[in-house]
């Protein structure tokens, strides 16, 4: 599975940015699919997951509220719809691809086999 994050840029304190997750190559319906970030400095985080089906989602409390994952299996695309947006929002975003877990060890990053290139998001304050 290839895949490709784009979407992020620059934006205030409060505003809104969507980040698109494209998908090519193996089955995409098959995968869970996650988004993770990681700021400067820090470790990489969890944000958000969905179930291969889409019946289930899971978010860090940090971006719940704030933050909704989808998919479009049709599209082989993931999104990140991201609201009220905060300076400590501002990171890298990757979106990455999986299969097995369960869906409490979706936020692990061991759950993923694929990840792509991050997508970066400034957030001003």
């Known amino acids: 599975v290839q895949l490709q994050a784009s979407g992020g840029g620059l934006v205030q304190a409060g505003g809104s940015l969507r980040l698109s997750c494209a998908a090519s190559?193996?089955?995409?319906?098959?995968?869970?699919m996650g988004w993770f970030r990681q700021a400067p400095g820090k470790e990489r985080e969890f944000v958000a997951a969905?179930?291969?089906?889409?019946?289930?989602?899971v978010h860090a409390d940090s971006v719940k509220g704030r933050f909704t994952i989808s998919r479009d299996k049709a599209k082989n695309t993931v999104y990140l719809q991201m609201n009220s947006l905060k300076p400590e929002d501002t990171a890298d975003y990757f979106c990455?691809?999986?299969?097995?877990?369960?869906?409490?060890?979706?936020?692990?990053?061991?759950?993923?086999?694929?990840w792509g290139q991050g997508t970066l998001v400034t957030v001003s304050s």
């Open positions: 969905i179930r291969w089906s889409g019946s289930s989602t």
């Open positions: 990455a691809a999986g299969s097995g877990a369960i869906l409490t060890t979706l936020g692990r990053d061991s759950s993923y086999n694929y």
């Open positions: 190559g193996r089955t995409f319906s098959n995968y869970d």
